[in-house]
């Protein structure tokens, strides 16, 4: 079976449902095309205690304001996909779940996306498959002497499931902190790892003035002038409500990055030690894009060159809501709306 479309979307979370709705608005025939069985994205996935950097009204997708969480300042995960589903109801997007896109290639005037349960020949496609399925582990000497458990972000759900056990965060982001805090505040015994001291931003600021700090910094670079540096980097850890309490508590005290993993632990190189059952890995993602390997479009860095969110060497195809590459915090949900909006036009404009 082959379908034909103006538009195939690849991924039904925050950045796919945001340009449906610019997709509709420019009045173009389009389908979602979402592994998921349900809606949400990786909201779906995340760990229970996760909070929003902002509070709900500055965390909303184009055309429709996110309603606050009665009693939460920062709304849930469990909050957000609530309004991804309802979003998605909202504007009658055409998503098609548990569909998963193994490849999209060429075809002469089209792109072709094909599935476990047909093709769909489509004029362009919008790649917004995000980074939460392709998480990131570093290469660090002993990884597969250790004994204990290994896990990434994308499987920490609870303090319950490391009941009893020592256990070493790495990581100095926004999710190496929460999760560390998480622990910390549950009383496991918990090593912090970071690769360089941990910084907190002031506890009055929130993802808002982070967002409007990428966007300073990113309109910045592009007129060719030196990067304004906004609030801090945005590297730096949000203080939310469960990590000012962990560290006001003195409860966040990171340790230097160690050298090696040892059989029952983690060695340092000044030659100091410590046990440990589990390692979480808080260490970040890549963009989730094998489905877009028969095009051949990645540079010696393994990147996709793109002049906003269009491909360079492909314009029928456009990539949405992976990080400032394609977009000031473009993997955010207040972020993902201008570029998902500028994308809508680029496409309206090349089928026309």
Known sequence: M????????????????????????????????????????????TWDSLRLFSPAAYSSLPGWPMPAQPGEAYPEAAHVVGYLADYEKRYSLPVLRGVRVRTVRRDGAF????????AWRARAVV??????????????PGHEAFRGRQSHTTGYRNPGQFAG??????????SGAQIAADLA??????????????????????????????????RALDEGRADTGG??????????????????????????????LTADGVAWADGTTAGADAVVWC????????????????????????????????????LLGYGDWTGPASATLIGVGRPAREAARQIADLLR
């Open 231 to 260: 609030v801090a980097s945005l590297g730096d850890i949000v203080a939310v409500p469960p990590v000012r309490e962990a560290r006001d508590a003195g409860l966040l005290k990171a340790s230097p990055m160690f050298a090696r």
């Open 2 to 45: 082959t379908e034909r479309t103006d538009v195939v979307v690849v991924g039904g979370g925050q950045a796919g449902l945001a340009v449906g709705y610019h997709l509709r608005r420019q009045g173009l025939d389009f389908t979602v095309l979402d592994a998921q069985e349900a809606p949400g994205g990786a909201w779906r996935h």
């Open 185 to 218: 505040l549950a009383g496991v015994d918990l090593t912090w790892v970071t690769a360089r001291p941990p910084s907190f931003l002031a506890d009055d600021i929130d993802g808002r003035a982070l967002f409007d700090a990428a966007t300073a910094r990113r």
């Open 283 to 318: 260490t970040g993602f890549r963009p989730a894009l094998s489905h877009l390997s028969p095009l051949a479009l990645r540079g010696t860095r393994g990147r996709i060159a793109t002049d906003g969110t269009r491909a360079t060497a492909e314009p029928r195809l456009h």
């Open 165 to 174: 056990r020592r256990v070493i965060v790495v990581g100095g982001g926004n």
């Open 127 to 140: 790649s917004a498959t995000g980074t939460w399925w392709r998480p990131f582990l570093p290469a660090v």
């Open 111 to 118: 792109l072709r996306a094909e599935t476990g349960e047909g």
